[in-house]
């Protein structure tokens, strides 16, 4: 099946930086689309970026463009997502993914994506 496990999530003031990392394991990742999602308390969870198997194509949420960047390395089967000039909206519990297809992500269909992870949570104060 795969396992997806994130780290780097935690307290950071307004405009400041985080650097989330995603660590798959279990089967060959390399050929996944893979993908960031997030939670805040009392919402529903909504995408926030993704990214294609070769990294060269990328989509982003609108709340978060400019501001956040999604990367990949395979040779590490490691996706992050550099998160910069944040706000206390981005506060959420962050979920990596990964899809055999793009598409699923561009589409925002969730119940489509195959694999999660559990979660890291990101509070930014005011």
């Known amino acids: 099946q795969g396992q997806l496990v994130e780290s780097g999530g935690g307290l950071v003031q307004a405009g400041g930086s985080l650097r989330l990392s995603c660590v798959a394991s279990?089967?060959?990742?390399?050929?996944?689309?893979m993908g960031w999602f997030r939670q805040a308390p009392g919402k529903e969870r909504e995408f926030v970026a993704a990214c294609s198997w070769t990294g060269s194509s990328t989509y982003y949420a609108d709340s978060v463009k400019g501001r956040f960047t999604i990367t990949r390395d395979n040779a590490k089967n490691t996706i992050y997502l550099q998160m910069n000039s944040l706000k206390p909206d981005d506060t959420a519990v962050y979920y990596c993914?990964?899809?055999?297809?793009?598409?699923?992500?561009?589409?925002?269909?969730?119940?489509?994506?195959?694999?999660w992870g559990q979660g890291t949570l990101v509070t930014v104060s005011s």
């Open positions: 279990g089967r060959a990742f390399s050929t996944f689309a």
């Open positions: 993914a990964a899809d055999s297809g793009f598409r699923d992500f561009v589409a925002g269909d969730e119940p489509e994506i195959e694999i």
